[in-house]
T-cell receptor, first 113, second 113 residues
């Protein structure tokens, strides 16, 4: 069974640009969550989607957005990139999410220069 | 408010030593789930164990063992006879619902040969 796949693995962008990250969950999983990991703030929750609906959102500015498609694949978008957006972005998939169990991808490392 | 505290930032041990990673959590919910994840240099968060708030039975799995004590709100993790491959960052996490997992700051474990 394939795990969670995140693309691309590495990305370098310039301040002011926008970026789209992709996450393909484990087959059969319908919940996808996104987290931002930085040395200073640690792992912070961005948002969670289930059946194309956002069920919860973390405390991030509106520049951070996401969506989920009917096949459960998810994308997150960051517009008007800032240097502080440099981070490892992790995606996690769950079957239902009722008990919090989640399986993570290897992440996308975004560097903003 | 929910919170997870991992007071140990870094731990360094010599191979074959036992090591315990501490985790203290805060929540007012009576139903919750606790997790330990391992993050090797590749970046992926690897699920190690999940415990629910109604199950205080401690568990041993190979060289890993977990000690869950509700009275002290602690969920500690011990690696027996550590190996170099155990070197990673270990995260304790709490889930109380809302499709959002709260992570501790992580403990970086160095195991020297």
């Amino acid at each position: 069974k394939a795990g969670v796949t995140q693309t691309p693995r590495y990305l370098i962008k310039t301040r002011g640009q926008q970026v789209t990250l992709s996450c393909s969950p484990i087959s059969g999983h319908r919940s996808v969550s996104w987290y931002q990991q930085t040395p200073g703030q640690g792992l912070q929750f961005l948002f969670e989607y289930f059946s194309e609906t956002q069920r919860n959102k973390g405390n991030f500015p509106g520049r951070f957005s996401g969506r989920q498609f009917s096949n459960s694949r998810s994308e997150m978008n960051v517009s008007t990139l800032e240097l502080g957006d440099s981070a490892l972005y992790l995606c996690a998939s769950s079957f239902i999410r009722g008990d919090g169990e989640a399986f993570f991808g290897q992440g996308t490392r975004l560097t903003v220069v | 408010a929910q919170k997870v505290t991992q007071a140990q930032t870094e731990i360094s041990v010599v191979e074959k030593e036992d090591v315990t990673l501490d985790c203290v959590y805060e929540t007012r919910d009576t139903t919750y789930y606790l997790f330990w994840y391992k993050q090797p240099p590749s970046g992926e968060l690897v699920f190690l164990i999940r415990r629910n708030s109604f199950d205080e039975q401690n568990e041993i799995s190979g060289r890993y063992s977990w000690n869950f004590q509700k009275s002290t709100s602690s969920f500690n993790f011990t690696i027996t006879a550590s190996q170099v491959v155990d070197s990673a960052v270990y995260f304790c996490a709490l889930y109380t619902g809302g499709f959002k997992t709260i992570f501790g700051a992580g403990t970086r474990l160095f195991v020297k040969a």
